[in-house]
């Protein structure tokens, strides 16, 4: 018997994760790997972010924070939310944390019971299905197909929910499909909303400023559900703040004021030095970042006209994020030299193996039937990584 708890053992790994460590292994070996599975931006931080994280060393910001961060971080972050999305919050509605992810975690843990049902649409965020798994709830997906843009309609949200029902929980722009749902569509579902005042919504908006399409729409701008809707965005993608950890969450004060008491006893506040840069991200403009949008919408381009070219990869183009999320079933049952496809997972192995391209796949994210390919990597890598890829497909018969 495991001397670990059922918790644990319960628990699956990232795959993301997962493949982007086995490619480590093969570049560890030698090995020239095309790292096309993690959704990390290969931009470097904002001089102006980095110098104010140097300034605040020599200033001595090297004590403990508040557990919500600090309040000029969270003044900025309700500026943020007036400026640019017109949405109005005051800064004890503000939690800032150490990533995105654990401002997702905060409001999970702090709002399901045991037994309570989360409606998720899928393709969806790999951890969404974890986090609710630890804090003993049921998830209840929605399939949304490519032929709606990976995404929901009012009809199937109601379709899906019960008496038990807690939570909703998505992504807008999506990771891994690159989906954006537009003013109406959200309308639509806060229309669902509406008749059900018992029910939460998480939207996830990490990936707001890579938006190729219109300004971002939020679920939180109808003002009858608002109340009820738990924003989670950040400064790791928009700003290329990976490794800095800094995400935060906008809710009402009494899931916020939760969500502090448990942040308190877990990590307490986040690095103060990160929280100094994000500050000088959020009060210098949105230049750097209307530049990195405008990149990834070049290389998204760049890599739709390239995969469209392989047979059998059948792929959307995506409105946001930097992901595709192409199907790929046409390669189920295939093989070569006794190597059978039986799945995605085996395809993204062979890739990895064969083609030396580290992709995800997109079992993990809900839909057994694709692969999820980042486009986050230089132009230059991208068109040899697809490049290896239709030629790795092409020896499979």
């Known amino acids: 018997m495991t001397f670990l708890s059922q918790r644990i053992n319960n628990l699956s790994e990232s795959q993301t994760i997962k493949m982007a460590k086995l490619g480590r292994e093969l570049t560890a070996k030698g090995i020239d790997v095309i790292n096309l599975s993690f959704g990390e931006p290969d931009f470097f931080t904002p001089e102006h972010v980095k110098e104010a994280a140097k300034k605040a060393v020599d200033e001595n910001y090297s004590y403990y924070t508040p557990v919500s961060g600090y ?19 005051t800064f004890d509605q503000i939690v800032v944390s150490t990533g995105a992810k654990q401002s997702l975690a905060n409001a999970v843990l702090c709002l399901v019971n045991p037994g309570e049902e989360v409606i998720v649409p899928t393709p969806y965020w790999v951890s969404y299905s974890e986090m609710i798994k630890l804090a003993e709830g049921e998830t209840v997906f929605i399939n949304a197909t490519v032929e709606n843009e990976f995404k929901i309609t009012a009809e199937q949200l109601e379709a899906a929910i019960t008496p038990k029902t807690k939570l909703f929980m998505f992504s807008s722009p999506c990771n891994p499909t690159g989906s954006v749902y537009s003013h109406e569509e959200l309308a639509s579902l806060a229309a669902v909303f509406d008749k059900y005042p018992n029910i939460y919504i998480i939207s996830d908006e990490i990936y707001e400023h890579i938006n190729f399409v219109d ?15 738990i924003i989670i965005n950040g400064f790791s993608k928009a700003y ?4 800095w950890r800094v995400g935060y969450m906008a809710s009402n004060k009494e899931i916020a004021n939760a969500c502090d008491k448990l942040q308190g006893q877990i990590t307490s506040g986040t690095s103060s030095i990160s929280q100094r840069a994000a500050l000088a991200a959020y009060q210098n403009g949105l230049e750097t970042v209307t530049a990195m949008k405008d990149e990834f919408r070049k290389r998204r381009d760049i890599v739709y006209a390239l995969l469209k070219e392989i047979p059998g990869v059948h792929v959307n183009l995506p409105d946001g994020a930097f992901y595709f999320f192409p199907t790929v079933k046409d390669y189920f049952g295939k093989s070569v030299n006794g190597n059978v496809i039986s799945n995605a997972e085996d395809l993204c192995l062979y890739l990895l193996n064969e083609a030396h391209v580290s992709t995800v796949t997109g079992e993990a994210f809900g839909n057994e039937e694709c692969i999820r390919i980042s486009y986050a990597a230089a132009e230059d890598q991208l068109v040899k990584a697809v490049s290896r890829i239709k030629e790795a497909l092409s020896k499979l018969s």
């Open 215 to 229: 300004k971002h729409a939020s679920i939180a701008a109808f003002d009858s559900i608002k109340d009820r809707v």
């Open 240 to 243: 290329a703040m990976t490794g």
């Open 71 to 89: 309040p000029e971080l969270r003044k900025a972050i309700v500026e943020k939310f007036k400026n640019e999305n017109d949405l109005t919050y």
